[in-house]
């Protein structure tokens, strides 16, 4: 009798089963990372109320958010290492985003945007509490929160491109919400320099932001419904 041969190999049924495995498992990192964009603004509102309270005399509505980081703010050693931890997390959503962009480029263009955005992050060149002589951290400070603010605005206009018109619209809204509060916001930068009383800045500033967080949220979770490969290019 002839001896019989046995296969070393892996069967079909095999090689499917470790595919689908490695499916599973790539899947639901993708969902933790895009997880990580819904925490992230959850987070960052947590840090202004937070930081708020550590800083004695603080007004949410009449100072920047920029003043709870700032060069003897009290609220700095809590600020800083929350920034981090925000900026990793915007790093994280920016690679989820990507994973779930399958042939939708401007998708992948926006997580690319936020993964920038978070490394950017990472270390902020501090301003100096109001009254302080201007120096060259404050005007690093002032060139890094334009390139913030370019990144924020290049990743939700590429969005409008993303998804379907109501995603779109949602998206241009967004992007005028930003365009009215920043440029409110911008005015009152000269009386920050000077010390002068700026009554709503901390308003105009924090309704930009929240638009932005809000826009995170929303992408977020309209890929973890979708799925990957259930997203495509529209038109």
């Avoid at 005399?57 to 703010?73: D, K, M, R």
């Avoid at 809590?78 to 931890?85: A, D, H, M, N, T």
């Avoid at 990144?151 to 590429?158: N, P, R, S, T, Y």
Wanted: hydrophobic share 50%; glycine share 10%; aromatic share 12%.
């Amino acid at each position: 009798m002839n001896p019989s041969i046995t296969s070393s190999g892996p069967t079909n049924g095999e090689a499917l089963l470790t595919m689908n495995g490695k499916s599973t498992i790539n899947n639901t990192l993708r969902r933790v990372l895009l997880g990580c964009g819904i925490i992230s603004s959850l987070l960052y509102v947590a840090m202004n109320i937070i930081g708020a309270m550590f800083f004695e005399g603080y007004s949410s509505v009449s100072q920047t958010v920029s003043e709870l980081s700032a060069i003897g703010a009290p609220s700095r050693a809590l600020w800083v290492p929350l920034g981090v931890l925000y900026s990793l997390l915007m790093v994280a959503f920016g690679w989820g985003v990507r994973q779930s962009a399958s042939n939708n480029r401007p998708l992948r263009v926006v997580g690319a945007l936020f993964v920038a955005f978070g490394l950017i992050g990472l270390y902020w060149p501090p301003m100096h509490l109001r009254g302080m002589v201007f120096s060259l951290t404050d005007a690093m400070h002032i060139v890094y929160a334009i390139i913030t603010i370019l990144l924020m605005m290049l990743a939700i206009g590429f969005g409008t491109v993303a998804f379907g018109k109501y995603f779109r619209f949602y998206s241009i809204a967004t992007l005028v919400i930003f365009f009215i509060f920043g440029t409110l916001t911008g005015m009152d930068g000269p009386r920050i320099a000077a010390n002068l009383s700026t009554p709503w800045v901390g308003v105009w500033e924090r309704i930009n932001i929240g638009a932005f967080l809000l826009w995170v949220i929303i992408l977020a979770t309209i890929l973890l419904r979708k799925g990957k490969f259930a997203v495509t290019e529209t038109r």
